[in-house]
């Protein structure tokens, strides 16, 4: 048996340890450790219901403008705002387009790619274009220096990296392309927000400004060249990859249960109407059910909190104070491995029989397309076809699945981001400028703001008690996707998806690196 610990997990946002097991080549068992403590849900109590989406912002650097917008959400559904302006949807749909963009074009090529394109190869290919031989000469120059930063630990000699050379080099050049392309949507959504991260045009009621016209076409001049980067580059690139890659269609199924909320409101404002819907899907079945967020349940037995203050509990009701200020995390050395408590993360269940969910664009793009989409039926089925295996949307619930469905998720995304821009200069022009609902605070409300981030299924809670912030939750993708076991010792998503996993060498786990960077933590 070998003991294998990765801490900290490199290319994610935040503090992530996996200690995993592996027997005869195969990962059989799997914890996944968050080692950081936030506790939004200790000060946010006491504010002003509509200063929260400020805070919750922060709770992500990589993704703060679903947080702040669920935060906001949350509030209003307290408030009893039922729906803003169609100029407020549309603003706020534009910043999430432009936030989606910049994140997923960031996660493909910068913290995924090198899983399997290995740069130090590119050397030895046979540059086809002056363009791909600078690009060659760069990397030499970088390798020559022998400083190659957040790249000196890869595993470039694993016998998993299977791209010839010539490809090696072309991915390593759109890696570069893309650090200028998704700089392209951060400016696309500072256009919309006032400056990216943490925007400023959002509000309980909708959003501060109406954008100028001359900012809203230089935003739909951003992101038509994001379109033209993933019509011409990304999904090209998808598609050359993959048929090297086809275990990946065969390892990292993970739960087989499926959850989004929805994100990007089309007219009429209904979670099940949005671009990407509202839905969920139950042992990998490929059938759609309707979800309700107030039926998520978290659970604190594996959790550094007492196991009273999660055991089931409403989010509202659950992990509300700090439990241990220091608290021990699992040894790195030696052969002892997690028990009891071992994650900052909470875990989060759906339903009546507390099911583990996997959150992200592939849940996004699998109930989409369950939905009858027409975008994500076209995009699905024409990318399965390619890869020569039409008609097999079940092969997508795996480690491929996630790395495409992100991609197709992007392409419909920068799509409709230009027709957003479109309605909103008609709205413009015909007069409608009205972006804000007032509303006081009531003394007492409930609310809840269900609003997908890039990452995955994202709720933020709240409870108002004498006119301020009583309680206050919020469950993101990592609640989900990186839960430590319930209170029944059911895995997570992540942890279940490792399992199985074949490991060559266990000073050398990159196939385990591959399989959680699909999640992007």
């Given amino acids: 048996m070998a003991k294998v610990v990765i801490d900290p997990v490199t290319r994610i946002e935040g503090h992530l340890r996996i200690t995993a097991v592996v027997e005869n080549g195969k990962v059989t068992d799997a914890w996944n450790t968050a080692t950081l403590f936030r506790g939004f849900e200790i000060f946010m109590k006491g504010r002003d219901p509509r200063d929260s989406w400020h805070f919750a912002q922060r709770i992500c650097g990589v993704c703060p403008t679903p947080h702040g917008t669920a935060s906001a959400m949350a509030a209003e559904h307290a408030m009893g705002i039922e729906k803003v302006t169609d100029n407020a949807r549309l603003v706020r749909n534009m910043m999430e387009a432009a936030q989606i963009a910049y994140d997923h074009i960031l996660w493909f090529y910068i913290l995924n790619a090198f899983d399997y394109v290995n740069v130090p190869n590119a050397l030895n290919a046979k540059a086809a274009t002056p363009a791909l031989k600078a690009v060659q000469d760069r990397v030499m120059a970088v390798v020559k220096s022998g400083q190659l930063g957040p790249f000196a630990n890869m595993f470039w000699d694993h016998p998993a990296y299977k791209l010839p050379a010539e490809l090696d080099l072309e991915l390593t050049a759109h890696y570069l392309s893309s650090i200028e392309i998704q700089q392209r949507a951060n400016e696309a959504t500072a256009l919309m927000g006032g400056k990216f991260p943490m925007i400023m045009n959002n509000a309980a009621g909708g959003v501060t400004m109406l954008p100028r016209v001359e900012d809203i076409i230089s935003y739909q001049t951003a992101m038509q060249d994001i379109q033209t980067f993933i019509d011409s580059v990304m999904l090209p690139d998808l598609l050359t990859i993959a048929p090297f890659y086809k275990d990946l269609a065969t390892n990292g199924q993970g739960v087989g249960n499926y959850l989004s909320w929805g994100v990007l409101d089309e007219a009429s404002q209904n979670p099940e109407d949005r671009l990407f819907p509202r839905g969920a899907i139950f042992d990998r079945k490929l059938a759609l059910e309707k979800v309700d967020p107030d039926q998520v349940k978290m659970f604190t037995k594996s959790s550094f ?27 790195l050395e030696g052969k002892a491995l997690p028990v009891k408590k071992y994650d ?3 875990a989060a269940r759906y339903g009546s029989d507390n099911r583990p969910m996997e959150v992200g664009p592939l849940a996004q793009v699998l109930v989409s397309y369950l939905a009858g989409r027409p975008e994500a039926k076209t995009l699905v089925d024409s990318t399965l076809k ?12 795996s480690n491929l699945g996630r790395i495409a469905a992100r991609v197709i998720k992007a392409k419909i995304n ?6 957003w821009s479109n309605d909103l200069l008609n709205n413009v022009k015909a007069g409608k400028t009205d972006v804000f609902t007032d509303k006081a605070v009531p003394s007492t409300g409930t609310g809840v703001g269900a609003w997908d981030a890039p990452r995955g299924a994202l709720s933020h809670y709240m409870r108002i008690a ?56």
């Fill in 305 to 331: 909190y007492a196991d009273s203050q999660g055991a089931g509990k409403h989010p509202l009701d659950a992990g509300q104070e700090l439990f241990q200020k220091d608290p021990a995390l699992p040894p």
């Fill in 414 to 419: 920068a799509d409709n981001a230009v027709r």
């Fill in 386 to 397: 390619t890869l020569g295996v039409p008609g097999r949307v079940d092969l997508l619930m």
């Fill in 466 to 521: 004498n006119g301020k912030i009583g309680a206050y939750a919020a469950v993101p993708a990592s609640n989900w996707n990186l839960s430590p076991r319930d209170d029944k010792g059911v895995r997570g998503p992540v942890e279940e998806a490792l399992v199985g996993m074949p490991v060559v060498d266990p000073t050398k786990p990159l196939e385990i690196l591959r399989v959680v960077h699909t999640f992007d933590p």
């Fill in 344 to 346: 900052w993360t909470q």
